[in-house]
């Protein structure tokens, strides 16, 4: 009997539809459930006719595997992963390959690579982007972790994840150990930053401007042909066209508290960790945890009785200055993320391939769209780029957006519509790009209250100074370091 060319453990949505789409490319997979009876109802039911192999065991699932074995776990992330390792390593062979398709934290995924490779084997912590419908029919996937493990699980990867329109998969080796996961972290924090831009431009066009959803949509399905063209975008053009059987829109109907799985929050601790300014990610994350205050809000709603400011401008002109406002807060959701990365492969030793990444997001994840094919172009003309607004094409582009920019932050603050992620975004801009930042102010106050030091203009970076602001202190200093 044939063996598999891979194993697949955990038959929950997410796997199922993996296992779907690997033997759609002439893949024989062997499967595995910790309940048992749902391997049966898919091999017999979904599966039925198909090259899989149905198994009610590790064992009898590594014993269906080919040489070199590839197990590909879709089990939830935490202790449960750990277990699963600890579990199959017996039952594999030297040069054999775990494979973690969950969302697992990258710190995790550095600290199982190294146990893995210490026990004779290879692993792989690959982040899986787009959904259900992108494990059925193209994902974008992003692997790390043991650089040998590669050459054997390509040909499956590179097949079964989403393309673009020239035939290049979105799919690529990112880098050793937690590499895979950390892009995937990114990607997700990036997400939670669109997402939420996306929602303050709706609420501007609903509370500020007072938009029905039938306008919104159409609205939506016009910025859906320009440069944010995008899934997002068209899935929320989708989502407030949407009525149920009574004629009603759904979306008005949805309690107004959103959840979130970590990730985002993952991102932001990360960049904290490495000193990178993730403010717009940072405020979309906050902004999920304000939502779910709901009754604290609806409280202090009734307690302060606000209102929104009517506009009494041209609606169409103002349209049209959110779209840019969004393109330009877009712009700067990825430049931070980038940033971070950047940041992160030298601290992790990581050679990340940024071209590449925004490549594999180009297709089959969730933040794809039209417009990181210009990162793409970016990185390539400049693999060195410390920042995308460095980029000409970015450059000119944020040029022409800065003053809609502007004249929407300025008008939702005025009326009092909140849009924490834009204007975050418009105050790293000019955070960015302003020559002298008040922070010589700060360190003098850090100087003056813990005699913490500063460098000097007239001096060379790296040598620090004290003074004896009151009279009272002495001369010794507290020592430097870098958070």
Same mark, same amino acid.
């Given at each position: 009997?044939?063996?598999?060319?891979?194993?697949?453990?955990?038959?929950?949505?997410?796997?199922?539809?993996?296992?779907?789409?690997?033997?759609?490319?002439?893949?024989?997979?062997?499967?595995?459930?910790?309940?048992?009876?749902?391997?049966?109802?898919?091999?017999?039911?979904?599966?039925?006719?198909?090259?899989?192999?149905?198994?009610?065991?590790?064992?009898?699932?590594?014993?269906n595997l080919a040489s070199p074995r590839k197990v590909f776990m879709m089990v939830k992330a935490g202790d449960a992963v750990d277990q699963m390792i600890d579990t199959l390593l017996p039952l594999l062979s030297d040069g054999d390959i775990i494979i973690d398709g969950g969302n697992s934290h990258f710190p995790d995924t550095m600290r199982r690579t190294a146990y893995v490779e210490s026990k004779g084997k290879l692993y792989i912590g690959t982040g899986v982007s787009g959904g259900e419908e992108g494990a059925l029919k193209g994902p974008s996937l992003m692997p790390g972790g043991s650089p040998e493990a590669w050459k054997s699980v390509k040909p499956i990867f590179q097949s079964i994840c989403a393309h673009v329109a020239d035939g290049s998969p979105c799919c690529d080796w990112v880098g050793e150990n937690g590499a895979g996961h950390f892009v995937k972290m990114v990607h997700n924090g990036i997400e939670y930053g669109d997402m939420q831009l996306i929602c303050e431009a709706y609420q501007l066009m609903r509370d500020l401007l007072g938009l029905s959803n039938e306008e919104m949509h159409d609205i939506l399905t016009d910025w859906n042909k320009t440069e944010l063209d995008s899934y997002l975008i068209e899935i929320t053009r989708d989502i407030l066209g949407y009525k149920d059987e009574k004629g009603e829109y759904v979306v008005d109907a949805i309690l107004d508290t959103?959840?979130?799985?970590?990730?985002?929050?993952?991102?932001?601790?990360?960049?904290?960790?490495?000193?990178?300014?993730?403010?717009l990610i940072g405020e979309a994350v906050f902004s999920r945890c304000l939502s779910a205050m709901k009754e604290d809000r609806v409280e202090a709603s009734e307690a302060y009785g606000r209102t929104i400011k009517p506009f009494d401008g041209d609606k169409a002109e103002m349209v049209? *200055?959110? #779209?840019?406002?969004?393109? %330009?807060?877009?712009?700067?959701?990825?430049a931070q993320g980038y940033t971070l990365m950047r940041t992160a492969a030298k601290s992790y030793g990581w050679n990340l391939n940024y071209g590449g990444i925004a490549l594999m997001w180009r297709g089959g994840c969730i933040i794809r769209s039209v417009f990181l094919g210009k990162i793409k172009e970016a990185y390539d003309n400049n693999p060195e780029l410390s920042n995308l607004l460095l980029d000409p094409y970015f450059k000119a582009t944020i040029q022409k957006l800065v003053p809609a920019w502007r004249k929407v932050c300025a008008k939702a603050i005025e009326a009092g519509v909140p849009v924490p992620a834009m204007t975050?975004?418009?105050?790293?801009?000019?955070?960015?790009?302003?020559?002298?930042?008040?922070?010589?102010?700060?360190? *003098?106050? #850090?100087?003056?209250?813990? %005699?913490?030091?500063y460098e000097r203009l007239d001096s060379p970076r790296g040598e620090f100074f004290h003074t004896n602001w009151t009279g009272h202190g002495g001369n010794t200093s507290a020592s430097t370091y870098t958070a």
């Open positions: 009997m044939k063996k598999a060319d891979i194993g697949i453990i955990g038959l929950a949505v997410m796997g199922e539809n993996l296992a779907m789409n690997m033997e759609s490319k002439g893949f024989t997979v062997a499967v595995y459930n910790r309940t048992t009876s749902k391997v049966d109802s898919f091999v017999e039911g979904r599966g039925a006719g198909k090259n899989f192999i149905g198994c009610h065991s590790l064992e009898e699932l590594a014993d959103a959840g979130q799985k970590g990730t985002g929050k993952w991102t932001g601790i990360a960049a904290l960790d490495e000193g990178v300014p993730l403010t049209e *200055a959110i #779209r840019q406002a969004l393109y %330009a807060s877009k712009i700067i959701s990825y975050s975004a418009l105050s790293y801009f000019d955070g960015y790009t302003t020559e002298k930042l008040p922070a010589n102010l700060l360190q *003098a106050q #850090r100087d003056y209250f813990g %005699a913490h030091t």
